[in-house]
């Protein structure tokens, strides 16, 4: 999958509207550029997923992808795991729709399928891989352990779930440091402090970090038996649970 989205400026001008980030339309048709400027390490969890999904996929079983926007997991895991079936999940019509455009060849030979659907009321059964790319973090608090529960009892034994989320640090001094090298790394990518700024403004209460123990916590209370940190850049990380 090639990128085929617009260049990212919708922040251009200042969040001139005031309104809360959202997966719209204006998002669908940049998302893949700002998620390649904005994420460090973002292609190398991509290629961390394609690995794990030839490593762990179960024959006659599901993969999910959950919250899976323009499908770049999905495609990681069919490129992964080459007789797969793919079920995408996510909540935004515009990325669903778009999805169902740039994949009709596998949908219309049955390896993936997606369903335009809040998560969080999703029937997951039969898995053996499930993926959440930088999801969590834009679910309510009370509803991420729900999720993780549901998710674990999906799986098959042996299992896994492959976890990238953004997060905090308990010092402040570590997360104002960070903070300032991701904002050198977005500069970096073309984005003007403005751009950055707005970005930000617009992101403020819609997501929401925790901390790399919060997420192990909640991995392990659900039942999982083994936590593994995969990928680690700056505030951002890629986990590995096993069931």
Do not use: W
């Not at 969040?15 to 700002?34: A, H, I, K, R, W």
């Not at 973002?42 to 762990?56: E, G, K, V």
């Not at 949908?107 to 009321?121: A, G």
């Not at 936590?227 to 850049?233: G, P």
Request: with cysteine; glycine share 6%.
């Amino acid at each position: 999958m090639g990128l085929m989205g617009k260049q990212d400026n919708i922040f251009e001008d200042g969040n001139l509207s005031g309104l809360p980030f959202s997966f719209n339309q204006e998002v669908t048709e940049v998302f893949e550029d700002m998620i390649d400027r904005s994420v460090p390490g973002y292609r190398t969890s991509l290629n961390i997923i394609r690995y794990l999904s030839q490593q762990h996929y179960q024959k006659n079983t599901n993969c999910y992808d959950i919250g899976c926007s323009l499908g770049a997991s999905s495609a990681a895991i069919l490129s992964g795991a080459k007789s797969s079936h793919v079920i995408a999940i996510d909540n935004s019509e515009a990325m669903i729709n778009e999805c169902k455009k740039r994949f009709k060849t596998q949908i219309d030979s049955k390896h993936i399928e997606f369903k335009t659907e809040d998560i969080m009321h999703s029937n997951l059964e039969n898995a053996s891989v499930v993926v959440i790319n930088y999801v969590i973090q834009f679910l309510d608090l009370d509803q991420r352990d729900n999720l993780f529960n549901k998710i674990f009892k999906s799986l098959l034994p042996g299992g896994i779930l492959i976890l990238s989320e953004k997060i905090h640090f308990d010092n402040r001094f570590e997360t104002n440091r960070v903070f300032k090298t991701h904002h050198r790394f977005k500069s970096a990518n073309g984005y003007s402090d403005m751009e950055i700024a707005s970005k930000r403004d617009s992101l403020d209460g819609v997501l929401i970090t925790e901390r790399e123990k919060d997420h192990i916590k909640r991995a392990t209370n659900s039942g999982f038996s083994r936590v593994e940190k995969i990928l680690s850049n700056l505030n951002f990380r890629t986990y590995k649970f096993i069931k």
